[in-house]
């Protein structure tokens, strides 16, 4: 441990340069990551809920679009609504 702790000669307080306790928890996290395939599985899921979204916009009127972006997935009601919210 005292090779890994003193592997760096310059006192920095930059996290990932300075500390390499911090990048080998970085590296475990990612290695996790991969390990489980939690990318894919989130793709997985992210796909399984806008596809419920549209589902959902096709059976109620309140629902305009869904649309994804990224990570984001959004609804916006329809564009001929009245000032409460309601389709006219």
Not at 2 to 17: G, K
Not at 30 to 42: G, K, M, S
Not at 50 to 61: K, N
Request: net charge negative.
């Amino acid at each position: 441990m005292d090779d890994l702790m003193n592997c760096l000669t310059a006192n920095s307080v930059s996290t990932s340069r300075g500390n390499p306790i911090a990048m080998a928890t970085g590296n475990a996290v990612l290695d996790f990551f991969d390990a489980h395939e939690l990318q894919a599985n989130a793709v997985e899921i992210g796909r399984f809920l806008f596809d419920g979204q549209r589902g959902l916009a096709t059976r109620y009127s309140l629902i305009g679009v869904t649309h994804r972006e990224g990570r984001v997935v959004g609804q916006r009601p329809p564009r001929d609504t009245t000032d409460d919210g309601h389709t006219r």
